[in-house]
């Protein structure tokens, strides 16, 4: 019974956590944001081989857990352009993945796709091709951020910038490496060495068997001087 | 903020306007009759609003997209793509953006129908349809775009045309918006839908005030200093006023021979889409 009212309760607060949102057009600027983010990113693409004709008017849909609302993202190839047009509800999608923001983490980390569709943690409708174009796609964009950060800062200070934060990449990225290795060493060697938290429970029975035993054997000793003293 | 100089309405007293919330807006709602309308909060012959409306947006036709940056903060940006999102467009549909102004509808839409769709941009007002074919070419859109200057209430189609029709802050300056309705209603495919996004009443009493004194304490002011023309902008906010709310425009695009009618209401009812179906 509370459990259904629970339900019941959770439904609500979505249902007007969701009209707040769409009252206050939470979507719609999501999806701006976003359609002008990836738009700035083609636009900036150096790499003229990535190709869009075969997945034009194509659109790709993908419903998040954490999100509210699908996000769909369509295709728009021309001689002269092209760009990505970002919606929150389209009729029909060619590919529609429902998955959550921890899973495609785990897919950028290369896990297995086929894995985790096999633990229910990601959901393939229609064209899985179509997915993987989108993919391959967003991977080949190859953006040489130092000569447009130059066209705003200036060259010296784009490269001293650039320099620094080199910099400080290498040392989070040996810092990362450091940790990385202590805890593969601690996997390795020390932990078989190290006493696991049953075994110290295991540990504190038998201490507390032992004392009992030697309780018992104490008062049957006690036990036999009196008789002897007795006779 | 809107991009048709339609012309207003003669309707019956179904679809009369709403009331103005406080006494400095005040307006007689009797005036509406066979041969008035409003312009406004005045009347005028009927035969008079199509030039009378004509002349607001040749004046604003320049600043318009400015204007309605600075006038709505941004957010009409965001009205547009909650239009876009619910209009279910596919490739190769044919959409007609009516009143479509400055092509912020047709732009979107002309890269969702793709090459084997079609999107018409009508407007009856020249100044309003140069400015967004401008536009809309500086944007390397042309490939399915069709420009036509049309009146609402007559629209230059045939039957069963289009798979869906949009008019986007654009109803409320039409004269006979029961005539327009059917007009949409008869060149729209079975199956097809009407989106109507317009400014309606907010849904509470305190943004109600607020709006208002932002209407027409503010906007007039600045529409001289941005647009040097208060009177269109003083125009907007008592046209605004003079439109129907949202369920008189549910109830007349129902009479139209629309189904399925809902309407949403954005901003808190600072704008309602509309939208119905023909089947």
């Known amino acids: ?231 | 903020m809107s991009s048709t100089d339609q012309n207003s309405q003669a309707n019956d007293l179904s679809t009369s306007p709403q009331a103005p919330v406080d006494a400095d807006t005040s307006v007689d709602n009797s005036a509406e009759s066979k041969d008035t309308t409003h312009f406004g909060y005045k009347t005028i012959e009927k035969d008079d609003k199509i030039s009378m409306v004509a002349g607001v947006f040749h004046s604003v036709a320049k600043q318009y997209d400015v204007m309605n940056d600075l006038m709505s903060f941004g957010i009409h940006r965001l009205w547009k793509r909650f239009t876009i999102d619910a209009s279910g467009v596919r490739p190769g549909n044919k959409v007609l953006d009516l009143a479509g102004g400055t092509g912020d509808l047709t732009a979107k839409f002309s890269q969702l129908v793709g090459r084997e769709g079609k999107v018409v941009l009508a407007d009856i007002n020249s100044s309003m349809l140069n400015v967004g074919r401008d536009k809309l070419r500086d944007k390397g859109l042309v490939q399915n775009i069709e420009y036509v200057q049309a009146n609402a209430e007559y629209l230059p189609f045939e039957e069963n045309t289009f798979d869906i029709v949009t008019i986007a802050f654009g109803l409320r300056n039409v004269t006979d918006k029961d005539k327009a309705l059917r007009s949409i209603y008869s060149v729209l495919k079975p199956g097809g839908r009407l989106l109507v996004l317009e400014f309606s009443k907010p849904e509470h009493e305190l943004l109600n005030k607020a709006y208002d004194f932002y209407s027409f304490n503010i906007l007039p002011k600045m529409g001289e200093l941005v647009a040097k023309d208060g009177e269109s902008y003083q125009y907007l906010a008592e046209s605004i006023r003079m439109h129907p709310d949202q369920e008189t425009l549910k109830a007349m695009m129902e009479n139209a021979g629309f189904e399925q009618t809902t309407f949403k209401n954005l901003t808190g009812g600072v704008v309602a889409l509309h939208k119905g179906y023909k089947f």
């Not at chain 1, 969701?18 to 719609?28: E, R």
């Not at chain 1, 507390?208 to 008062?219: F, N, P, T, Y």
């Open chain 1, 1 to 231: 019974m509370q459990t259904s009212n629970n339900q019941a309760l959770t439904q609500l607060n979505t249902q007007a956590s969701t009209q707040v949102s769409d009252s206050l057009l939470l979507p719609q600027v999501a999806t701006a944001t976003i359609e002008l983010i990836i738009n700035k990113a083609l636009a900036l693409n150096n790499n003229k081989l990535v190709s869009f004709s075969a997945i034009n008017q194509k659109t790709l849909t993908l419903k998040l857990a954490e999100l509210s609302f699908p996000l769909s993202f369509t295709v728009n190839s021309t001689a002269s352009a092209t760009g990505i047009i970002v919606r929150t509800h389209v009729e029909s999608s060619d590919c529609t993945i429902n998955t959550s923001i921890k899973t495609l983490k785990k897919l950028k980390a290369k896990q297995s796709l086929t894995l985790l569709i096999k633990q229910d943690e990601l959901d393939v409708n229609g064209d899985i091709k179509l997915a993987q174009q989108f993919a391959n796609i967003a991977q080949s964009l190859a953006i040489d951020w130092q000569s447009e950060l130059a066209r705003h800062l200036g060259d010296v200070p784009t490269h001293k910038l650039l320099h620094f934060g080199n910099k400080i990449t290498k040392s989070v990225s040996a810092a990362g490496k450091k940790i990385e290795a202590d805890i593969g060493e601690y996997l390795v060697h020390e932990k078989r060495l190290v006493v696991t938290t049953s075994q110290i429970a295991s540990f504190n029975q038998q201490t507390k068997d032992i004392a009992s035993q030697v309780d018992s054997l104490s008062e049957r000793i006690d036990k036999l001087f009196s008789d002897i003293a007795e006779k």
